[in-house]
């Protein structure tokens, strides 16, 4: 054993208990060779001759560490790999050399030209979202996030961070968008034009899609409109020309259905401008005016019969139908109903005559206590009370009887120089007319449709209507560019139908449209509304 001697720094060996020669080591103590063994040093590094084309003290182009050896192909400080690719042709080189081994070119040129290019595209992508162009930096990114070189890996991972972050905000800017939309949408059906525009305007421009810039144009739009209109029914109210007010009125209620005060003027005027007979019959009054009768030559529809567009001047006041005549009043009093196309009281009635529908607008003055407006001789009947055959001739006065052609089409229009009283769109024929599109080939109830601004009912559609007035083909032609209260030919063989029907397409509904047949046909395309003179006075 080893032992210390007290006061003393010399030190003796004792002998063990055990073995000779040998010492004896105390239970968890380690050998003395290991306790006077020095301590291990770390091996020697490893390395790998130096190429031979590395210029002398390169070090790491990220972390600046001097560089050893290449065995393990990348920096052991950074990680940094200590081959590239070239951005040209993609084939590896040693970062130190100039040129590619692979294609030739300047690595360092590519280098310097592939970081200005995503620098670039970093500063477009930043602006692009400061202006809400979102969707146009997912392009960019992606690219920047595609490109694999050890010197822009920071770029690409700012690429893929900016990337969730656009993702994120395009979501959020969805969200507020729609909710904008709804909010728009709300207004707008309100018809509070006003609210529209205050909420788009506070909308950052480049948010704003097609569909709500055509929003703002159209509530700016309405409410231009309803200012001019209302100058145009004070104006109207001012020289009492009810007809032109009633229809302002109208169109202002179109587009501000909940005001109150206009609601209450059209009550008024409704009561002014429409005259109801003791059978129930509502009739319109209409005032006399100018209006260019016929096709312009602009119309893709013009027919032959149509043109050229005259200038036609209506003298008298008359009350015209606000609605076909339906198959009950027809019933009630002629006693039989002659209709084919629909068994319902309030269809129009169709299957009439010419010379019954004469016939109908007298027993109707005879029944407002008026002299018959038509003197019938000769009459010819069929067996269902149809008149085939008559001597027809005219008494005057102001008793109902049927439009003649060209107070039909100044009534049509109301004031329209369109091809329809609506405008000039063919899609919108559905909402003022039954015709062959959506009338699943049969008649329907009057008034369904919209009126045209005169209050008028059905007279693009539904059947067309028996006018007065003999019918020419070529009278247009015939006629001189200004006349005054027309009547047509003297005579013919056919009378003039006006309007379109169930059956027909929408070329027939035009204002302007004109067919014909004789004046003892029927079919089922064919009815009539009446009509009436007006004193200037009768209001």
Excluded at 111 to 138: C, P, V, W
Aim: net charge negative; charged share 20%; proline share 6%.
């Amino acid at each position: 054993m080893v032992k210390l001697e007290p006061g003393g720094g010399s030190i003796v060996m004792l002998p063990s208990s055990g073995a000779s020669g040998t010492f004896a080591a105390e239970a968890g103590t380690e050998s003395i060779t290991q306790l006077i063994q020095p301590p291990a040093q770390p091996p020697p590094p490893v390395t790998t001759p130096l190429p031979e084309d590395l210029p002398p003290g390169t070090t790491c182009p990220q972390c600046q560490a001097a560089i050893r050896g290449l065995a393990d192909r990348t920096c052991p400080q950074c990680g940094r790999p200590y081959h590239e690719p070239c951005l040209n042709c993609q084939s590896l080189n040693p970062f130190w050399v100039r040129n590619c081994r692979g294609c030739g070119s300047d690595l360092l040129t590519l280098k310097q030209h592939m970081f200005a290019n995503l620098n670039s595209q970093k500063q477009q992508i930043l602006k692009l979202r400061e202006s809400y162009g979102h969707d146009r930096t997912l392009p960019l990114l992606k690219y920047m996030s595609t490109v694999n070189h050890p010197d822009f890996v920071a770029l690409k991972e700012w690429a893929k961070s900016m990337t969730m972050l656009i993702q994120k905000e395009r979501r959020d800017i969805k969200a507020y968008v729609d909710g904008i939309r709804a909010q728009a949408n709300a207004a707008m059906e309100s018809q509070k034009y006003e609210r529209v525009r205050q909420i788009l305007e506070q909308v950052p421009r480049p948010l704003l899609d097609e569909p709500l810039r055509q929003q703002y144009v159209d509530a700016g739009e309405a409410l231009t409109e309803v200012d001019s209109l209302v100058r145009e029914i004070r104006n109207a109210i001012s020289t009492k020309q009810y007809s032109q007010l009633l229809s302002c009125v109208q169109r202002y209620l179109e587009l501000k259905a909940n005001d109150p005060e206009a609601q209450n003027l059209q009550r008024k005027i409704e009561k002014l401008t429409m005259v109801v007979s003791a059978k129930g019959m509502k009739l319109r009054r209409i005032p006399g005016g100018r209006f260019y009768m016929g096709s312009h030559d602009s119309d893709e529809y013009l027919r032959n019969n149509e043109h050229p567009q005259h200038k036609v001047i209506i003298t008298n006041n008359f009350f015209i139908g606000v609605y076909l005549v339906t198959q009950k009043q027809f019933q009630e009093l002629m006693e039989y109903n002659p209709s084919i196309v629909a068994e319902n009281e309030d269809c129009p009635v169709d299957s009439v005559t010419w010379y019954s529908a004469i016939e109908f607008c007298n027993k109707m003055s005879e029944a407002e206590s008026l002299q018959p407006y038509y003197a019938l001789k000769a009459v010819r009947r069929r067996s269902n009370g149809l008149i085939e055959g008559a001597n027809v001739s005219i008494l005057g006065g102001e008793g109902f009887r049927l439009p003649s052609e060209a107070e039909w089409e100044y009534a049509c229009r109301a004031g329209s120089v369109s091809p329809w009283c609506f405008g000039d769109q063919v899609l919108d024929v559905s909402n003022y007319a039954w015709y062959y599109e959506n009338s699943s080939m049969e008649t329907h109830p009057v008034g369904q449709r919209k009126p045209n601004s005169w209050g008028l009912f059905d007279m693009h559609g539904n059947v067309m209507e028996w006018c007065y007035d003999w019918y020419n083909e070529f009278q247009y032609q015939q006629s001189s560019e200004e006349e005054t209260d027309p009547t047509g030919p003297v005579d013919g063989t056919a009378k003039v139908l006006r309007g379109g029907a169930w059956q027909f397409g929408a070329e027939a509904t035009r204002c302007a449209y004109r067919n014909n047949s004789t004046p003892d046909a029927i079919a089922g395309v064919i009815g009539f509304r009446v009509c009436r003179n007006a004193s200037d006075d009768a209001m």
